[in-house]
């Protein structure tokens, strides 16, 4: 079976939970940005938790089914309608042969993630479905979406009820304003003064709309002032370069030491520019859910309290899956 | 040298081995690098060699952040002692210096430069002190260059000259980035040269162009069908200046599947290249040319 995208969206991609072990040559993993609402996607459809889906941000795609499927919409509030009519996201329902799925306009978060029975069959490459754009590699011919193409679909294996749902509180997506990012201090932290490090973390700041795949960018906080020193060779005469270094996912440059930058799962992997730290993997997903203009503050933490949220993170999928057992 | 060690929030842990860009660095990045690949630690993802640091990613769910961290240290302790001597191979690319597509793009971006009123390469010549573009073409294709990183986007080396600091040439970035670099374009920035390997932004100084891809993801070029990445850290690269027939002649046989890129294994002995470094050098291309 295949799936004809009528209308692509805005920049819909096909994601699983990536493809580890080529950072070192410059490709990163990839995969879905928020990887719970992936995985509950996959699971709700009877999936694989790490099936491939299609991510779609801030707009859905327009596709029409050439067999019949459960289907269902996860992450953000971006409303699926099937021939016309609203269905829930977080649900599963049935799609049959000839029908058309399309979306409403954005309610809340940024990227939305569909799975259908079966997954989204395109060739593994390096180990996964995931689409790195950059470097025109996995996914469905290297890039996005586009009008025309037609989606492969896997063979169903599971048999699962339509109608099951996933509670709110099982959702996993960021929750008050300022939205908050903790973050571990470290790397080249040492490159600005204790009150620019105090400000970094005190500041409210922005999403800039400069946020995609590769990196989000925030604005709105104060500089960073720097400490002095005398260039190293190699480095650059901006006090905001280093040598050449690698860049961890989640961590945090800022060059010229204006405007934050995050970066995420199509990640540079690396560069001339300082970090001040790395948000922790726990609130990675989040990130992925912000639309520019959210406010965000970075929280302070160290090492056991990253461990401890990873840990709450993980439980949360569990019962997650115990929920639909 | 004391390297520096960093937790990059719960899944990294980055180490800085000097500030400094140099060969004694680099060549320590890698030794580690290569030793944690041995180890096999279990829990270890990504162990990504750069220019003068390394990271190695892991899963703190398999392995306690600390307990890495004490492997770590342990190995850069053995990294000094080791002799630094790498078995590697010595690749011979073909560069079309001052070629007219960089030349079309550097000048629709003319307003972002240093110096708008000539090109990149005899702004680079002028600032190194040396005799115009045969003058810095001479310079740049000489001695060798390292590999030092692999990476920024896939398969994109970063190459660091093999002769004294004093001869290394240097030129910094564009004052604001380009949006646009072609395919192949061989670039430079800081002391750092590079092959951009797929079109895009770009910030590196843009001296020429080579016809043979470091990047296919589709794996159709004969010499990437193994790996859709021709470099690996540690390769060391020496360009030869083409003139355009040339150029042309070499893309016609890539895409007929026929071009044979010049790759020799060889053994590197830091020790014995700073002995003699212009003497090591000759050596290394006569390896390339099988003598």
Redo the contacts between chains.
């Keep these: 079976m295949a799936i004809k995208v009528l209308k692509p969206g805005l920049a819909t991609t096909v994601q699983d939970l990536g493809r580890p072990g080529y950072y070192h040559i410059g490709i990163p993993l990839s995969g879905g940005m928020d990887r719970h609402a992936l995985a509950a996607a996959n699971l709700l459809v009877g999936n694989e938790e790490g099936a491939a889906v299609l991510e779609a941000v801030f707009m859905g795609p327009e596709l029409e089914f050439t067999d019949d499927a459960l289907v269902a919409v996860t992450g953000a509030e971006l409303p699926p309608k099937l021939d016309g009519a609203p269905r829930e996201t977080w649900s599963s329902f049935k799609v049959k042969r000839g029908q058309k799925l399309s979306f409403d306009f954005l309610k809340q978060g940024a990227r939305a993630y569909i799975a259908v029975s079966g997954g989204i069959d395109v060739p593994v490459v390096l180990g996964s479905r995931s689409t790195y754009a950059l470097g025109a590699l996995g996914g469905f011919r290297g890039r996005k979406l586009e009008a025309g193409d037609a989606l492969p679909v896997g063979a169903s294996s599971a048999s699962v009820k339509e109608g099951r749902t996933i509670a709110k509180d099982l959702r996993g997506l960021p929750a008050g304003i300022p939205t908050e990012l903790r973050a571990m201090p470290g790397l080249y932290w040492h490159r600005i003064t204790e009150q620019a490090g105090n400000g970094f973390f005190s500041d409210t700041w922005k999403v800039a709309p400069e946020a995609d795949r590769i990196g989000y960018r925030f604005k709105g906080g104060k500089p960073l002032e720097f400490v002095p020193r005398e260039p190293p060779f190699g480095a650059g005469s901006d006090p905001s370069n280093i040598t050449d270094a690698c860049y961890p996912y989640g961590s945090i440059q800022v060059p010229g030491g204006t405007e934050p930058i995050v970066l995420h799962r199509d990640a540079v992997s690396g560069g001339g520019y300082f970090m001040v730290g790395t948000v922790i993997a726990a609130d990675m997903d989040l990130i992925g859910q912000l639309q520019p203009n959210t406010p965000v503050r970075f929280v302070t933490v160290g090492m056991d309290e990253a461990l401890a949220a990873r840990h709450d993170r993980a439980g949360l999928l569990a019962k997650l899956r115990s929920s639909l057992a | 040298m004391q390297t520096r060690f960093?937790?990059?929030?719960?899944?990294?842990i980055?180490a800085?081995v000097?500030?400094?860009?140099?060969l004694e660095a680099f060549f320590k990045s890698l030794f580690i690098?290569n030793a944690v690949r041995d180890a096999k630690i279990k829990g270890v993802?990504?162990?990504?060699?750069?220019?003068?640091?390394?990271?190695v990613?892991f899963d703190?769910?398999q392995i306690k952040?600390d307990d890495l961290l004490t492997e770590l240290k342990r190995l850069d302790r053995a990294a000094e002692k080791s002799e630094p001597v790498i078995k590697t191979r010595i690749f011979e690319i073909p560069v079309l210096y001052n070629d007219p597509w960089t030349h079309e793009t550097l000048m629709r971006f003319r307003e972002r430069h240093q110096d708008p009123n000539c090109t990149d390469i005899e702004y680079a010549a002028r600032i190194n002190n040396l005799d115009g573009i045969d003058g810095f073409i001479k310079a740049h294709s000489s001695a060798p260059w390292f590999v030092s990183?692999?990476?920024?986007?896939?398969?994109?080396p970063?190459l660091y000259q093999m002769v004294e600091?004093q001869r290394q040439i240097q030129a910094?970035?564009y004052l604001r980035p380009r949006t646009d670099t072609p395919k192949l374009t061989v670039g430079h920035?800081?002391?750092?040269g590079c092959i951009y390997?797929?079109r895009?932004a770009g910030g590196y100084q843009m001296f020429g162009i080579t016809p043979m891809p470091i990047?296919d993801?589709s794996q159709k070029i004969s010499y990437l069908r193994d790996f859709?990445?021709l470099?690996?850290?540690g390769d060391i690269v020496k360009w030869k200046p083409i003139d355009r027939a040339a150029y042309d002649a070499a893309v016609v046989d890539v895409d007929a599947g026929r071009f044979a890129p010049v790759i020799r294994d060889v053994s590197f002995s830091l020790t014995e290249f700073n002995r003699d470094i212009d003497a090591y050098n000759r050596k290394l291309e006569g390896v390339l040319h099988g003598h």
Aim: hydrophobic share 30%; net charge negative.
């Design positions: 960093s937790f990059g929030g719960d899944e990294h980055f800085e000097d500030e400094s860009m140099s690098t993802t990504e162990i990504c060699p750069a220019n003068a640091s390394y990271q990613k703190p769910d952040p990183m692999v990476g920024f986007v896939a398969g994109l970063f600091r910094p970035k920035g800081g002391c750092f390997s797929v895009g990047y993801p859709m990445c470099f690996r850290p």
